[in-house]
């Protein structure tokens, strides 16, 4: 039971333009959602999150939109560079949940070509 | 600098071995996660655990086990028993409800 799904496994965009990751959740016990981002061969590491009581988050060049009611978030990165290629992994915490345990989807690898 | 490490980055392990993967963390936190990464499906969770002495399965814990002696560490054992070990192996740990801090793997392959 995938609980949290990115349904695009790649995306390819140019340098300047922006990129829009989504992601798609069933649980509707999730509170809290992250992104994390992905090089080859390291470790995730976190980028930006949301609480269930916002719609939007935003730092810098990336911003998180949350719609409860559609079970969906999605990632805005604007303008988008070369070095932002990388897996981005969306995950979701829920109430009452072990310690923290978060939910990974697949993972959406996005290219930005210059 | 605070963090986790993870030793060794690679691994080979023969048919039929056991291999013990490291994991340690100088950030204090109380729950350490053992995740594996195959192409296409994610970040799936093997074991965790929130306190010294107790940890958990998650949902592909078989073929493996943990142990959790030390606030500080938290290693994985990949048994015979485990049937396609070959993987990127990620470590994390978190003080809160939310979020992680990640290790930056172990590539495991059987050869």
């Known amino acids: 039971d995938q609980q949290v799904k990115q349904n695009s496994p790649s995306l390819s965009v140019q340098e300047g333009r922006i990129s829009i990751l989504n992601c798609d959740y069933t649980?509707?016990?999730?509170?809290?959602f992250l992104w994390y981002k992905k090089y080859p061969a390291e470790g995730p590491t976190f980028l930006i999150s949301?609480?269930?009581?916002?719609d939007k988050n935003e730092d810098g060049r990336f911003t998180v939109f949350l719609n409860k009611s559609a079970k969906h978030l999605s990632l805005h990165i604007v303008p988008s560079q070369p070095g932002d290629s990388a897996v981005y992994f969306c995950?979701?915490?829920?109430?009452?949940?072990?310690?923290?345990?978060?939910?990974f989807g697949q993972g959406t690898i996005l290219t930005v070509h210059p | 600098d605070g963090g986790i490490t993870q030793s060794p980055k690679y691994l080979f392990r023969k048919e039929g071995q056991n291999v013990t993967l490291s994991c340690e963390q100088n950030?204090?936190?109380?729950?350490m996660y053992w995740y594996r990464q195959d192409p296409g499906q994610g970040l799936r969770l093997i074991y965790y655990?929130?306190?010294?002495?107790?940890?958990q399965k998650g949902d592909i814990a078989e073929g493996y086990s943990v142990s959790r002696e030390k606030k500080e560490s938290f290693p994985l054992t990949v048994t015979s028993a485990q049937k396609n070990p070959t993987a990127f192996y990620l470590c994390?740990?978190?003080?809160?409800?939310?979020?992680?801090?990640f290790g930056s793997g172990t590539r495991l392959t059987v050869v």
């Open positions: 994390a740990s978190t003080a809160g409800a939310y979020g992680y801090t």
């Open positions: 649980n509707s016990m999730f509170d809290y």
């Open positions: 949301i609480s269930s009581i916002k």
């Open positions: 995950a979701a915490s829920k109430r009452g949940t072990s310690y923290g345990k978060l939910t």
């Open positions: 950030l204090n936190h109380d729950a």
């Open positions: 655990s929130q306190i010294v002495n107790d940890f």
